[in-house]
């Protein structure tokens, strides 16, 4: 219970989607496992469901899932991911990064599926996430498990251009046409593309020196505040110790 209050305490946006996701899926359950079914088609994205005028399906869809694979799949890889953009971007930037990838990966995929097809999962939106991450951190270096199963090691870029190619690919090459390949590589290429104009050039990654030296200046600013009181800090100090604390527990 401790480790999910600092996890909204330091992402409350991502811990809200997953929260979304998982809520809307336990409707889902418990109302079409029963006798009063609902009808997902009032939520799900369509052609025919954009032409007569059911807009919000633009975003319901998104909090929609087939299945418990599917929802874990996007919930986890949030999880993971998300925190890290949502620090990097702020909170504001990185709300609207997942509405719009899911967006826009949503309408590439009804723009090539018959009327009648309909879509719903946060993937599109969850890729676009991934693509930001690997925008910023090109040159991090990665473990994703191949397959959901074998470890590989890898650079961020890389990783993000796998999500492309292969979502490309398997679009062109109807592979698994149920699902949305199409979503994934619109979000991804709208994750990419709004951190690039949001982050002109890419983050520093942190080294091991940088590490070193945050936390000596934090053991210090708390050995003032131990022998000195907090009232020893100036303004600007006690700020930064704010900082350097948050930063801490983030890591954490």
Not at 194 to 223: K, N, Y
């Amino acid at each position: 219970m401790n480790d999910l209050r600092d996890k909204f305490r330091t992402a409350p946006v991502t811990v809200s989607l997953a929260a979304a996701c998982v809520v809307a899926y336990s409707l889902e359950v418990l109302f079409l496992g029963g006798e009063r079914g609902i009808d997902l088609s009032g939520w799900a994205l369509s052609r025919r469901a954009l032409s007569e005028g059911r807009w919000w399906t633009l975003l319901t869809h998104l909090f929609l899932h087939a299945n418990l694979l599917h929802l874990s799949v996007n919930v986890l890889g949030l999880w993971f991911i998300g925190p890290e953009v949502e620090n990097l971007l702020g909170r504001v930037k990185y709300l609207l990064l997942y509405l719009f990838s899911g967006v826009a990966g949503g309408l590439l995929q009804t723009a090539f599926a018959s009327p009648s097809a309909e879509l719903i999962g946060a993937s599109g939106a969850v890729c676009g996430v991934m693509l930001s991450f690997t925008t910023a951190y090109p040159e991090m270096p990665l473990r994703a498990l191949l397959f959901f199963v074998l470890p590989v090691s890898m650079k961020a870029k890389t990783l993000g251009r796998s999500i492309v190619v292969v979502s490309l690919l398997c679009a062109v090459l109807r592979i698994f046409p149920q699902v949305g390949h199409l979503a994934h590589l619109g979000g991804a290429l709208a994750g990419a593309l709004l951190t690039w104009w949001w982050l002109p050039t890419a983050p520093r990654v942190r080294r091991p020196a940088d590490e070193a030296g945050r936390t000596a200046q934090t053991d210090e600013l708390l050995s003032r505040v131990v022998e000195e009181g907090i009232e020893s800090l100036s303004r600007e100090e006690r700020r930064q110790l704010e900082l350097l604390g948050r930063e801490q527990r983030r890591r954490w």
